[in-house]
């Protein structure tokens, strides 16, 4: 009998391709479901018997060598039907990463024609070579993934945070605030006592400008624990000392002198104020200094209006202006004027005794 064509149908990986993970390896089953017809050259159907049929796969269409074979005996054929498992006999060795051709020759006869191209199914066995971690993301085309966010990767967890909610819905994630920020063209809807700009500790609030400090708001306590802030503007060198309590330094400081930026205008005692001008210390309690420069209340609620290099030490003290002037008693008053040969100390205008006064000039005392 001459068995001259073959009329097939291909059932790739029929049995069995469920992947089952084991070890953390991918377990495939190694053989191909095979399924054909033999018939006579009319197209009749061959005697049911057994048939000892080769099977060899070839990476061209004719010619060249098998690059793989083995032999099913005694193989059942009823109305020509058949089936075998190829690879139950012989490893299939192919990778199956290119196009493979499917030769077929009955009892030892010459290999049926034409060769039968393998369709896409087989090439599942590529699968095998796919070892763990071999997808990096350097094999990933740009464009397809998400790699990282912040550049954390791998199991990525998305937190909500104050006034912050995520909400999912398919595969979108909105992330929304309920509070909208401060607006830098105005802000409209605050609530007194509840909407605030500063701090909720104890650190201190500041402005800047050009990177440089032009407005400090720090907290401090009264001897009788009231809290009260400090306001210090201006110079950033501008300071008020530890454990002082309602001071102001409403600007100023910051002079240069032969070179070199001097001159920071501080408060050292609580309540004391100063309005501006450079260099200037207000050491007594509520002491107040308008401008001026070098200029020093030291006394008891002390004021001293402007001027240079002038000192108010007597409590409740009071020097309007000029060059120079000490006011060292209580209740003192020197208007202005100063010093007739400055810089020499020992001149300028003196209120040694209480309740005196200088309305002006240089070089007066009022020491009875």
């Given at each position: 009998?001459?068995r001259?064509?073959?009329?097939?149908?291909?059932v790739?990986?029929?049995?069995?391709?469920?992947?089952?993970?084991?070890?953390?390896?991918?377990?495939?089953?190694?053989?191909?479901?095979?399924?054909?017809?033999?018939?006579t050259?009319?197209?009749?159907?061959?005697?049911?018997?057994?048939?000892?049929?080769?099977?060899?796969?070839?990476?061209?269409?004719?010619?060249?060598p098998?690059?793989w074979q083995?032999?099913?005996?005694?193989?059942?054929?009823?109305?020509?039907?058949?089936?075998?498992?190829?690879?139950s006999?012989?490893?299939?060795?192919?990778?199956?990463?290119?196009?493979?051709?499917?030769?077929i020759?009955?009892?030892g006869?010459?290999?049926?024609?034409?060769?039968?191209?393998?369709?896409?199914?087989?090439?599942?066995?590529?699968?095998?070579?796919?070892?763990?971690?071999?997808?990096?993301?350097?094999?990933?085309?740009?464009?397809?993934?998400?790699?990282?966010?912040?550049?954390?990767?791998?199991?990525?967890?998305?937190?909500?945070?104050?006034?912050?909610t995520?909400?999912?819905?398919?595969?979108?994630?909105?992330?929304?605030?309920?509070?909208?920020?401060?607006?830098?063209?105005?802000?409209?809807?605050?609530?007194d006592?509840?909407?605030?700009?500063?701090?909720?500790d104890?650190?201190?609030?500041?402005?800047?400008?050009?990177?440089?400090?032009?407005?400090?708001?720090?907290?401090?306590?009264?001897?009788?624990?009231?809290?009260?802030?400090?306001?210090?503007?201006?110079?950033?060198?501008?300071?008020?000392?530890?454990?002082?309590?309602?001071?102001?330094?409403?600007?100023?400081?910051?002079?240069?002198?032969?070179?070199?930026?001097?001159?920071?205008?501080?408060?050292?005692?609580?309540?004391?104020?100063?309005?501006?001008?450079?260099?200037?210390?207000?050491s007594?309690?509520?002491?107040?200094?308008?401008?001026?420069?070098?200029?020093?209340?030291?006394?008891?609620?002390?004021?001293i209006?402007?001027?240079y290099?002038?000192?108010?030490?007597?409590?409740?003290?009071?020097?309007?202006?000029?060059?120079?002037?000490?006011a060292?008693?209580?209740?003192?008053?020197?208007?202005?004027?100063?010093?007739?040969?400055?810089?020499?100390?020992?001149?300028?205008?003196?209120?040694t005794?209480?309740?005196?006064t200088?309305?002006?000039?240089?070089?007066?005392?009022?020491?009875?």
């Open positions: 009998m001459k001259k064509s073959l009329l097939f149908s291909l790739l990986l029929a049995v069995s391709l469920a992947f089952v993970l084991q070890d953390g390896l991918s377990q495939i089953p190694q053989t191909m479901s095979y399924q054909g017809v033999l018939t050259p009319d197209g009749t159907p061959v005697a049911d018997g057994k048939y000892n049929l080769t099977f060899r796969l070839y990476t061209v269409g004719t010619g060249g098998a690059i083995e032999t099913h005996s005694s193989v059942p054929v009823i109305d020509g039907l058949f089936n075998v498992f190829l690879g006999v012989e490893v299939l060795t192919p990778s199956f990463d290119k196009q493979y051709w499917l030769g020759s009955v009892d006869g010459a290999e049926l024609e034409p060769r039968i191209q393998l369709a896409s199914s087989p090439y599942s066995l590529n699968a095998q070579s796919v070892v763990n971690d071999a997808i990096t993301g350097s094999k990933i085309a740009d464009g397809h993934v998400v790699r990282s966010i912040n550049g954390k990767t791998d199991n990525v967890t998305l937190a909500e945070g104050a006034n912050v995520i909400t999912p819905s398919g595969n979108t994630l909105t992330i929304s605030s309920s509070f909208d920020g401060w607006k830098l063209t105005g802000n409209a809807g605050t609530v006592g509840t909407h605030f700009l500063g701090t909720t104890d650190q201190a609030l500041e402005l800047r400008v050009n990177n440089l400090r032009t407005l400090r708001l720090e907290t401090g306590t009264d001897h009788s624990d009231y809290a009260t802030a400090n306001v210090v503007a201006g110079y950033s060198g501008n300071y008020v000392g530890t454990e002082v309590w309602g001071a102001t330094i409403a600007g100023g400081g910051k002079s240069y002198v032969s070179g070199d930026y001097i001159g920071a205008n501080r408060v050292t005692v609580g309540y004391g104020s100063i309005g501006g001008g450079y260099a200037n210390t207000a007594g309690y509520a002491a107040t200094i308008s401008g001026g420069t070098y200029n020093t209340a030291s006394g008891y609620t002390s004021t209006g402007g001027g290099g002038n000192t108010a030490s007597g409590s409740d003290s009071t020097i309007g202006g000029g060059l120079g002037n000490h060292s008693a209580e209740y003192a008053t020197i208007a202005g004027g100063g010093r007739s040969d400055f810089p020499d100390p020992d001149t300028g205008n003196r209120v005794d209480d309740y005196g200088i309305g002006g000039g240089a070089d007066n005392q009022a020491g009875g």
